[in-house]
């Protein structure tokens, strides 16, 4: 009989991997919302972000001409200073059956817990320049608001987390009682849907990223920063040179 196959047929596990690359454990308890049918979660899930965070690193003996390389050599600016953010995503979710009749099923979201691990934290000022020149500082506080906007992942993440929490405790509260093989078939789609959805958002905070870092390297900010030394500083003369 349907109601007495094991709970554990019909419990599931979701994971998802997503590498994300750029350049330049919390408790969240969202509350319970109402439901439309009749399978409104009997408690909120766990949810937790796993962040574990990689110090910025600082990396001063490239030089100038490889800078540029990497970063794609684009001939219209001469690349002082680079930062480079890479984390490897992956996603847990999952759902126990509770029994509301016979051979009827409810699905409870028991756990959702994303896991971000910063695989890389890079901050590159060029060989030719020294510490404690005007050049130097200038290029260190620029390539530090990219890092600000790198670590700021961070708290978006965390809002999409609570957002996805409370869209699922929704969606399983609309649901109706319905057979072990519905659950089941319902739990499979539940966890594609989702994972599809973690992988969705965490491409969105991707572009927000990539759109902050795009307005702090506009032409006007580099050709403030060229000039924030003098007419005749290393960016005119020293970097121009070791590039060529």
């Given at each position: ?5 094991p709970?554990r047929?019909l419990t ?5 991997v997503?590498?994300l ?5 919390i408790?969240?308890?969202p509350?319970i ?6 399978c409104a979660?009997?408690r ?6 796993e962040f574990?965070?990689v110090?910025?690193m600082?990396?001063r003996y490239?030089s ?8 794609g050599?684009d001939p ?15 996603f847990d979710?999952r759902?126990?059956?509770r ?7 409810c699905?409870?979201?028991v756990?959702v817990?994303p896991?971000?691990?910063?695989a890389k934290?890079?901050?590159y000022?060029p060989?030719e320049?020294s510490p ?8 260190y506080?620029?390539?530090g608001?990219h ?5 700021g992942m961070?708290a978006d993440?965390?809002v999409a987390?609570?957002d996805l929490v409370n869209?699922?405790?929704?969606k399983?509260?609309a649901m ?7 659950a089941?078939?319902a739990?499979?789609?539940l ?11 965490l ?11 795009r307005?702090?390297?506009?032409p006007?900010?580099y050709?403030r920063l060229?000039?924030?030394c003098g007419?005749n500083?290393a960016f005119?003369?020293?970097l ?5």
């Open positions: 009989m349907p109601s007495q196959r709970r047929e599931g596990v979701i994971g998802v997503v590498a690359l750029m350049w330049g454990s408790h969240l308890m509350g919302a109402k439901a439309q049918g009749t979660p009997i909120a899930p766990e949810a937790f972000l574990n965070h110090a910025p600082l990396d490239r100038i001409r490889w800078l540029n390389s990497r970063a050599g219209r600016f001469l690349v002082t200073g680079l930062t480079e953010y890479e984390v490897n995503a992956s979710m759902f126990e059956p029994q509301v009749g016979y051979g009827r099923y699905l409870d979201p756990l817990n896991k971000v691990d910063v934290h890079l901050v000022i060989a320049l404690g020149t005007c050049e130097y500082d200038v290029v506080a620029h390539e608001e890092v600000k906007i790198n670590q961070e993440i965390r987390l609570d869209d699922v405790v929704a399983v509260g109706f009682p319905m057979s072990a093989e519905n089941q078939r739990m499979r789609r966890m594609s849907e989702y994972g599809r959805d973690f992988k969705r958002r491409i969105d905070i991707r572009r927000k990223s990539r759109e902050k870092h307005q702090l390297d506009t006007q900010e050709e060229s000039l924030a007419p500083s005119q003369t020293v121009q040179d070791a590039v060529r």
